[in-house]
């Protein structure tokens, strides 16, 4: 059974990557810690709190995060995830407490208390890895890796971003705190960044008897896939984007779900246009030596994925 902390900032997919890593067997949730991004960290973390509360796992203790990226103002979502932040699906509010300290401090406690075992699967910008980084260096080699979704690297036909409509190349958790990834990156933690590349697909999709089957279960998460899919769909998007983070999750459930490529990437801290791009070094008689070296989602098999997903929705 793997260790992780889920760094999170929930979010529509955020919220079903918690429900997927709590009820996998191959995981041990150790605690969620949130972030600002989708939402302030406020929002996040009430949501965190509302899905533990709905699968009746408040057992695992959720620390509030960096309520602002490393060095600059956070930017607006253009991707609404709703006004509850969970496609409307409007959970009841949480009455279980947060964890005493901030997340950077809880991340910090795991880890140490934990070393060389737990991985950071995280679904948001970066900014309390960046932190617990700064704040206490040792732990970098007392983490096993980390899981991200994050960047974009135009690796297959389904590569595309997800910024603002002014920074054509971004990944949306890159682009809210492009330092915060630099810092992560360069780190020299182990780091498989899932990319929207292999985090999204607009060919395979779940189906209307995937549909069905949620509609038919008795269990709320799956009643609350079946309502934020439904709420994506409703705003022109597909199924897809109900899920995306789940692919982290997914990944640290069964490695072999996504092939990945070692690359030297850099991540753009000044460019307006290209802010919090991730760029990839794929030149065939030079490397960066700069830029550090990560492993990089390639190709997904996205059908065994969304498979697994429904399986634990279910469960
Ligand atoms: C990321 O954008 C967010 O809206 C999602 O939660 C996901 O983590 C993908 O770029
Ligand atoms: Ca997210």
């Given at each position: 059974v793997k260790k992780i902390?889920?760094?999170?900032?929930?979010?529509?997919?955020?919220?079903?990557?918690?429900?997927?890593?709590?009820?996998?067997?191959?995981?041990?949730?150790?605690?969620?810690?949130?972030?600002?991004?989708?939402?302030?960290?406020?929002?996040?973390?009430r949501n965190a709190l509302k899905t533990l509360e709905m699968i009746n796992r408040t057992d695992i203790p959720v620390g509030r995060g960096m309520s602002q990226p490393m060095v600059r103002r956070s930017p607006k979502d253009?991707?609404?995830?709703?006004?509850?932040?969970?496609?409307?699906?409007?959970?009841?509010?949480?009455?279980?407490?947060?964890?005493?300290?901030?997340?950077?401090?809880?991340?910090?406690?795991?880890?140490?208390?934990?070393?060389g075992e737990i991985y950071i699967v995280c679904t948001g910008p970066m900014s309390n890895l960046a932190m617990a980084f700064q704040q206490e260096p040792g732990i970098k080699e007392k983490i096993a890796g980390i899981y991200a979704i994050s960047g974009a690297f135009g690796l297959n036909k389904f590569a595309f971003t997800n910024a603002t409509g002014d920074t054509p190349q971004s990944e949306w958790n890159v682009y809210v705190d492009p330092e915060a990834a630099d810092i992560v990156y360069r780190s020299g933690v182990s780091l498989v960044a899932l990319g929207l590349d292999v985090a999204t697909h607009f060919d395979v999709n779940l189906t209307e008897k995937d549909m069905e089957r949620l509609q038919q279960s008795t269990r709320p998460e799956a009643g609350f896939l079946k309502k934020a899919i439904q709420?994506?769909?409703?705003?022109?998007?597909?199924?897809?984007?109900?899920?995306?983070?789940?692919?982290?999750?997914?990944?640290?459930?069964?490695?072999?779900?996504?092939?990945?490529?070692?690359?030297?990437?850099?991540?753009?801290?000044?460019?307006?246009?290209?802010?919090?791009?991730?760029?990839?070094?794929?030149?065939?008689?030079?490397?960066?030596?700069?830029?550090?070296?990560?492993?990089?989602?390639?190709?997904?098999?996205?059908?065994?994925?969304?498979?697994?997903?429904?399986?634990?929705?279910?469960?």
């Amino acid at each position: 059974v793997k260790k992780i902390i889920l760094d999170c900032d929930p979010g529509i997919d955020d919220s079903m990557a918690i429900v997927m890593a709590c009820k996998s067997a191959a995981l041990k949730v150790m605690a969620i810690t949130t972030v600002n991004g989708n939402y302030p960290v406020d929002i996040t973390s009430r949501n965190a709190l509302k899905t533990l509360e709905m699968i009746n796992r408040t057992d695992i203790p959720v620390g509030r995060g960096m309520s602002q990226p490393m060095v600059r103002r956070s930017p607006k979502d253009p991707f609404t995830h709703g006004r509850d932040g969970q496609g409307e699906n409007n959970l009841p509010e949480p009455s279980t407490p947060l964890w005493g300290r901030n997340a950077v401090d809880l991340m910090i406690k795991m880890v140490k208390e934990n070393p060389g075992e737990i991985y950071i699967v995280c679904t948001g910008p970066m900014s309390n890895l960046a932190m617990a980084f700064q704040q206490e260096p040792g732990i970098k080699e007392k983490i096993a890796g980390i899981y991200a979704i994050s960047g974009a690297f135009g690796l297959n036909k389904f590569a595309f971003t997800n910024a603002t409509g002014d920074t054509p190349q971004s990944e949306w958790n890159v682009y809210v705190d492009p330092e915060a990834a630099d810092i992560v990156y360069r780190s020299g933690v182990s780091l498989v960044a899932l990319g929207l590349d292999v985090a999204t697909h607009f060919d395979v999709n779940l189906t209307e008897k995937d549909m069905e089957r949620l509609q038919q279960s008795t269990r709320p998460e799956a009643g609350f896939l079946k309502k934020a899919i439904q709420f994506v769909n409703g705003r022109g998007f597909e199924a897809y984007c109900a899920v995306i983070d789940c692919m982290a999750v997914a990944y640290a459930i069964d490695p072999t779900l996504v092939q990945t490529i070692r690359g030297h990437v850099g991540i753009e801290t000044h460019s307006n246009l290209t802010l919090g791009m991730t760029v990839l070094d794929r030149r065939h008689h030079h490397v960066w030596v700069d830029l550090p070296i990560v492993n990089i989602g390639a190709k997904a098999d996205y059908e065994r994925f969304l498979a697994m997903l429904m399986d634990l929705v279910l469960a």
